[in-house]
C-alpha cells in the first residue's frame, strides 16, 4: 500500500456512533496515525447489534478500523487528554453540547495552546444531542422518502452520518493543505440540508411543497422500479426511444417528451408494467442493459455483496473478523486500505 498521504499525520478521535469515527476511519485509511479515545465503559456504539462483528456491532466495525485505541476518563485524567492533544496534528470530536467546554476540549481552548491543531466539531442539530433518523426527520428528508399515499420513512441507510464524515474529513484535508491550523464544524443538519438542495431550489422556484414518489425520480419519466423489482432509469428522450424498442411499444403521444412522461406518469407505469409482464426479470434486464438503457434488478445485500462487478472492484475486503467496504476511490489504479481492524475492547 503505497498511497498514504497523510503518512506522519497524528489525529486524536473523541468521537462516537457514527459521522465522526467514519471521518477519522477515512483519514486512517490515507495514512494518518489515529488514536481513537473511548470512555472506560467504552463507545456506546460498540453495543449497536445483533448482528454483531465478534463482540462489536457491526455498524462500529465499519466505521473504526485502522485506529489504535486508548481508554481516558475525560472527568480525572485531563492531563493525559491534553499529552494527547500535544502530539496531535489533528483533534476530531463529537461530544454533547458543552461538554468539550467543560471539559477543555473546545476548539478556542485548544488552538490556544497549539494554534498549528485542526480541530474538528462534528455535531448534529440546533446544539442538541441527536442522530441520523431524528435529522432525516427534522430536515425534511423523511418527508419526500417513503409511498405517496404512506408515511415518511427514513432512508434505509445512515446516509446523513456517513456523508457528514465525509465532509468532515475533506475538511481536514483542505485544513493540512493549506496549513496553519484551523477550527472546522459540520453538523448532521447542514449535511441533511446539502442532500436536499435540489428540493430547495424547487421550492425557492415555485413555492411547492415537495411530497413522496416513491422508487420514482419525480423530474423523470420512466425513472423507477417497475413490477416491483426492476428499475428503469431512462433519463433522456433518446434513452426512452431504445426503451421503446427494446419494449416493443409504439411512439405515444402522451409519451412524446420527458415533461409529457411525468404529466401522463401513471398511464406511463401501466404500459410500461403490462409490457414487462411478458417476460422475466432477469430477461428483461439483459435485454435493456444490452440495448443500453439503464435498468437493475433490485437486489438484497447479499446479492450485491455477490455481483461479479462488485466483486471485481476490489472494495470489500476481509478485515481480521470481518468484512470491510474500503473507501469508494481509487488513485493511480490503488484503493486506500484500512492497515488494520478496528480496536478490540
Known amino acids: 500500500m503505497t498511497f498514504r498521504p ?63 485505541s486508548v481508554v481516558v476518563d475525560l472527568a480525572s485524567e485531563h492531563e493525559r487528554m491534553l499529552e494527547l492533544v500535544d502530539g496531535a496534528d489533528v483533534f476530531v470530536q463529537s461530544l454533547r453540547p458543552g461538554l468539550a467546554e467543560r471539559h477543555g476540549l473546545d476548539a ?18 440546533a446544539g442538541r444531542p441527536g442522530y441520523d433518523p431524528l435529522v432525516q426527520a427534522a430536515a425534511g428528508i423523511m418527508s419526500v422518502t417513503g409511498e ?36 472546522i464544524g459540520v453538523s448532521l443538519h447542514e449535511t441533511a440540508l446539502a442532500l436536499l438542495a435540489g428540493h430547495i431550489a424547487g421550492v425557492a422556484a415555485d413555492g411547492s411543497t415537495p411530497g413522496r414518489h416513491g422508487t420514482a425520480f419525480p423530474l423523470i419519466a420512466p425513472y423507477e422500479v417497475f413490477g ?53 426479470t432477469e430477461e428483461w ?33 476481509q478485515l481480521g473478523p470481518g468484512l470491510a467496504v474500503l473507501p469508494p476511490l481509487r488513485v493511480d489504479g490503488e484503493r486506500p486500505r484500512y492497515p488494520f481492524p478496528p480496536p478490540a475492547r
Not at 10 to 22: E, F, R
Not at 165 to 183: D, P
Open 148 to 183: 405517496a399515499d404512506g408515511p415518511p420513512v427514513r432512508v434505509g441507510v445512515s446516509l446523513v452520518d456517513f456523508a457528514t464524515g465525509q465532509w468532515a474529513a475533506i475538511g481536514v484535508l483542505a485544513a493540512l493543505l493549506r496549513g496553519g491550523g484551523a477550527t
Open 285 to 317: 434486464e439483459a435485454l435493456l442493459v444490452d440495448a443500453g438503457v439503464p435498468a437493475a434488478r433490485v437486489r438484497t445485500v447479499p446479492e450485491a455483496m455477490a455481483d461479479e462487478h462488485a466483486l471485481a472492484l476490489g472494495i470489500l475486503e
Open 6 to 68: 497523510l503518512e506522519g499525520k497524528q489525529v486524536v478521535d473523541v468521537t462516537a456512533s457514527l459521522a465522526g469515527p467514519y471521518c477519522t476511519q477515512l483519514l486512517a485509511a490515507l495514512g494518518a496515525d489515529v488514536v481513537k479515545v473511548e470512555p472506560p465503559e467504552g463507545d456506546h456504539a460498540r453495543a449497536w447489534g445483533p448482528p454483531f462483528v465478534g463482540a462489536d456491532g457491526a455498524l462500529w466495525f465499519a466505521a473504526n478500523a485502522g485506529k489504535r
Open 228 to 280: 416491483g423489482d426492476l428499475m428503469i432509469a431512462a433519463g433522456s428522450d433518446a434513452l426512452w426511444g431504445r426503451l421503446l424498442g427494446v419494449l416493443g411499444l409504439e411512439d405515444d403521444a402522451r409519451f412524446r417528451t420527458n415533461p409529457d412522461r411525468v404529466r401522463n406518469r401513471e398511464a406511463l407505469r401501466e404500459t410500461i408494467e403490462q409490457a414487462l409482464s411478458a417476460r422475466p
Open 108 to 125: 478556542a481552548t485548544l488552538r490556544a495552546r497549539k494554534p498549528s491543531l485542526v480541530h474538528v466539531s462534528v455535531g448534529a442539530y
